[in-house]
């Protein structure tokens, strides 16, 4: 099954995500990844939701998605025409010895050591899939004490705004 990322404007008040999510499970489609913020309009909140499936599948899920009313536009965002990124916290263990093997690794991925203790060091990295997955990789011989990702977030390059869209995007 196709990886479809989803762009979704939605009135930004309580309970939106909730009838969004639920629409998701009470169809029974799973969602790998969902990131939500406040835009430029406070008034306005953007879902980035990560799915898995074939066409039809994802036009379902846009049709269900279109007739909710809180939300405002729905458009596929393709992975050459978008920017793709994800923020992850990484904690690995780090004694003396290794800490200086670890920071040079970090800076390779151009990630940030925001915490340091006596035993552990906590990273910041920012990118697509592909960058995290190779550092979470680099990183397990260390012993990766916890992790956590933001899941996607995503913006589709040039001028265009999603509000430049018609409602609903045949695709």
């Known amino acids: 099954m196709k990886r479809h990322v989803l762009s979704i404007l939605v009135e930004n008040h309580s309970g ?5 999510s639920g629409l998701f499970s009470r169809r029974g489609y799973n969602i790998d990844s969902l990131s939500v913020g406040e835009t430029e309009d406070p008034n306005v909140s953007r879902m980035t939701i990560v799915v898995r ?5 994802l036009e379902q899920i846009k049709k269900q998605l279109n007739k909710l009313i809180d ?10 025409q978008s920017v793709y990124r ?12 290794k800490r200086a093997e670890i920071i040079e690794i970090v800076n390779i991925f151009r990630g940030r050591i925001v915490d340091v203790a006596s035993e552990s060091l ?7 899939e592909g960058k995290l997955s190779a550092l979470i990789s680099m990183m397990e011989p260390y012993g990766i004490k916890e992790m956590i990702r933001t899941g996607l977030t995503a913006l589709e ?3 265009k705004e999603i509000k430049q869209h018609k409602k609903y995007e045949e695709e």
């Not at 499936?53 to 599948?57: K, L």
């Not at 906590?122 to 697509?128: A, K, L, Q, R, Y």
């Open 16 to 20: 939106v995500l909730s009838r969004v």
């Open 53 to 57: 499936g074939d066409e039809y599948i």
């Open 71 to 80: 939300v405002i536009k729905v458009i596929e965002l393709k992975a050459e």
């Open 86 to 97: 994800e923020l992850m916290l990484l904690k690995v263990g780090a004694d003396t010895d």
């Open 122 to 128: 906590m990273i910041e990295v920012t990118g697509d």
């Open 157 to 159: 390059r040039g001028n």
